[in-house]
């Protein structure tokens, strides 16, 4: 038997070098059971023409893979996604079709709780405007303003999704001294109180914190999850912060409550558009702070999530259940061997 296929979508700005090179750590589980393939494609239908056949696509870029893509796939068995979230697939379609989809998703929750937690300080202790008083020679302008500002011990931390993000979270928060509070539907109480953390409605959770933090996944469900009605719903004094994906917010709201004083303070690392236009209201705001969608970003990060997607689909392509499944409902319907105990739990984005 040959090799399998496995595509790859490659940046049209990669650097001239051998898929051996440029692959090296995705081939360290995948070079004894496949090829990989790389094709350039600004449209589905070239994306199709390199990728009709494939056993497998290995995915942390491009163009979206869709319901078209997905059909045309006459072979496909497993979607590798390099990252925790998978809005570039259709995974509803790819479980309409067998295909298994995989993620990434406990590879950088340690880097991105820390960024969550640095937001979060950054903000409440409003360090973005303090820089520019300092630089602006105003100097005793800063105590009047954080005289205003309570302390974190205390406060109250929500948590909207009590995934792994989230939970590595709720321990820092804890060593602080917060109360943390969650919601999430989809995770049971026993869980979330396991961890030192009361479960709540989502009302309940918009009404009670001090600070705010989302982690949910997107998808039709949670995209605009925290809107107009939202941001009415909670203390003036919130800190909203968002580490998760972007569109969960609605950013137009998001402005408008921060203007309006309905909120106070906002850390973002993710925004609806990325990059953002220049003249986003958000860049300007003294009480928002902003980073580059980089909260996984460490020398861990990339070289770990390569070697972690190759080992994914190489799982699925030995016949045997990947370890991280978004799609888990797909994995009876196939003929992959389970070989271990496997979570049936939803949180492929968390």
Same mark, same amino acid.
């Given at each position: 038997?040959?090799?399998?296929?496995?595509?790859?979508q490659?940046?049209?700005?990669?650097?001239a070098e051998?898929?051996?090179k440029?692959?090296?750590l995705?081939?360290?589980a995948?070079?004894?059971?496949?090829?990989?393939?790389?094709?350039?494609?600004?449209?589905a239908?070239?994306?199709?023409d390199g990728?009709?056949?494939a056993d497998?696509?290995?995915i942390?870029w491009?163009?979206r893979?869709?319901r078209?893509?997905?059909?045309?796939l006459?072979?496909?068995i497993?979607i590798g996604?390099?990252?925790?979230?998978?809005?570039m697939v259709?995974v509803d379609?790819?479980?309409?079709?067998?295909?298994?989809v995989t993620?990434?998703?406990?590879v950088f929750t340690?880097?991105?709780?820390d960024h969550a937690?640095?937001?979060l300080l950054?903000?409440? @202790?409003?360090?973005?405007?303090m820089?520019? $008083? /300092?630089?602006?020679d105003?100097?005793? *302008? &800063?105590?009047?303003?954080? #005289?205003?500002?309570?302390?974190?011990?205390?406060?109250t931390?929500?948590?909207?999704a009590?995934?792994n993000?989230a939970r590595?979270v709720a321990?820092r928060?804890l060593?602080?001294?917060? @109360?943390?509070?969650?919601?999430?539907?989809? $995770? /049971?109480?026993?869980?979330?109180s396991a *961890? &030192?953390?009361?479960?709540v #409605?989502f009302a309940?959770l918009?009404?009670?914190?001090d600070?705010?933090s989302?982690h949910?996944p997107?998808?039709?469900?949670?995209?605009?999850m925290?809107g107009?009605?939202?941001?009415?719903?909670?203390k003036?004094?919130?800190?909203? $912060?968002?580490?998760?994906?972007?569109p969960?917010?609605?950013?137009a709201a998001?402005?408008?409550a921060?203007?309006?004083?309905?909120?106070?303070?906002a850390?973002?690392?993710v925004?609806?558009t990325e990059?953002?236009?220049?003249d986003?209201p958000?860049?300007?705001?003294?009480?928002?702070?902003?980073?580059?969608h980089?909260?996984?970003?460490?020398?861990?990060m990339?070289?770990e999530?390569?070697?972690?997607?190759?080992?994914?689909v190489a799982?699925v392509l030995?016949?045997r259940?990947?370890?991280?499944?978004v799609?888990p409902?797909?994995?009876?319907?196939t003929e992959?061997?389970?070989?271990?105990?496997?979570?049936m739990?939803?949180?492929?984005?968390r």
């Amino acid at each position: 038997m040959g090799k399998h296929k496995v595509v790859v979508q490659l940046p049209r700005i990669a650097k001239a070098e051998s898929v051996a090179k440029r692959y090296v750590l995705e081939l360290e589980a995948l070079a004894p059971l496949a090829e990989l393939v790389e094709v350039q494609a600004d449209t589905a239908a070239e994306f199709i023409d390199g990728a009709r056949d494939a056993d497998a696509l290995i995915i942390s870029w491009g163009i979206r893979i869709d319901r078209q893509i997905i059909n045309a796939l006459e072979r496909c068995i497993v979607i590798g996604v390099g990252s925790v979230g998978v809005d570039m697939v259709d995974v509803d379609a790819a479980t309409d079709a067998g295909i298994v989809v995989t993620n990434v998703p406990d590879v950088f929750t340690e880097e991105v709780a820390d960024h969550a937690l640095m937001l979060l300080l950054a903000a409440v @202790r409003r360090t973005k405007e303090m820089d520019q $008083i /300092s630089a602006a020679d105003r100097w005793f *302008e &800063g105590r009047p303003i954080l #005289s205003k500002v309570p302390r974190l011990m205390g406060q109250t931390l929500g948590l909207i999704a009590f995934g792994n993000v989230a939970r590595c979270v709720a321990r820092r928060a804890l060593a602080f001294g917060l @109360r943390v509070i969650a919601h999430d539907p989809y $995770i /049971s109480e026993l869980t979330i109180s396991a *961890e &030192g953390v009361e479960p709540v #409605s989502f009302a309940e959770l918009l009404e009670r914190s001090d600070y705010i933090s989302m982690h949910a996944p997107l998808n039709d469900e949670t995209r605009h999850m925290l809107g107009g009605p939202e941001f009415a719903a909670m203390k003036n004094e919130v800190v909203v $912060i968002n580490t998760g994906r972007g569109p969960t917010i609605d950013e137009a709201a998001l402005i408008a409550a921060l203007t309006n004083g309905e909120i106070a303070a906002a850390g973002l690392d993710v925004l609806e558009t990325e990059p953002p236009a220049t003249d986003n209201p958000l860049l300007g705001m003294a009480n928002v702070i902003i980073t580059p969608h980089v909260a996984s970003a460490t020398t861990r990060m990339r070289p770990e999530t390569r070697r972690r997607v190759g080992r994914e689909v190489a799982l699925v392509l030995r016949g045997r259940w990947p370890m991280s499944c978004v799609n888990p409902t797909v994995l009876p319907r196939t003929e992959l061997e389970r070989w271990q105990p496997y979570p049936m739990t939803r949180g492929p984005n968390r």
